[in-house]
C-alpha cells in the first residue's frame, strides 16, 4: 500500500500535459472511489508553528490545512 510520496521533483521535469494526463488520471480513481483521499486536519493561521510541527509527524494520517479568516461567516456572506 502506497501511504504518500512527494512530486516536486517529477512535476519539474514532466511536461505539462504529462502532468495534467495524470491528475486527471488520479482525479478518476478517486471519483471511482478506486483511491481515497484522507481529510485534512485545519489549523487556524495564528497555529502555524503547530501545523508545521503536525506534518513533520511520522505517520499522522492527515495534511494540515491553515485556515484564513476572510471576515464572513459559515454561511459565506
Do not use: C, Y
Not at 471511482?32 to 481529510?39: A, H, K, T
Not at 513533520?56 to 459565506?76: I, M, N, S, W
Amino acid at each position: 500500500m502506497v501511504r504518500g510520496f512527494w512530486l516536486n521533483r517529477w512535476f519539474g521535469t514532466a511536461s505539462p500535459t504529462d502532468a495534467l494526463r495524470a491528475l486527471s488520471e488520479v482525479r478518476s480513481l478517486v471519483a471511482d472511489e478506486v483511491l481515497s483521499i484522507p481529510q485534512g486536519k485545519p489549523f487556524p493561521f495564528e497555529r502555524f508553528a503547530e501545523a508545521v510541527s503536525f506534518a513533520e509527524t511520522p505517520a499522522h494520517g492527515a495534511k494540515p490545512l491553515l485556515v484564513f479568516e476572510d471576515g464572513r461567516d459559515q454561511d459565506g456572506e
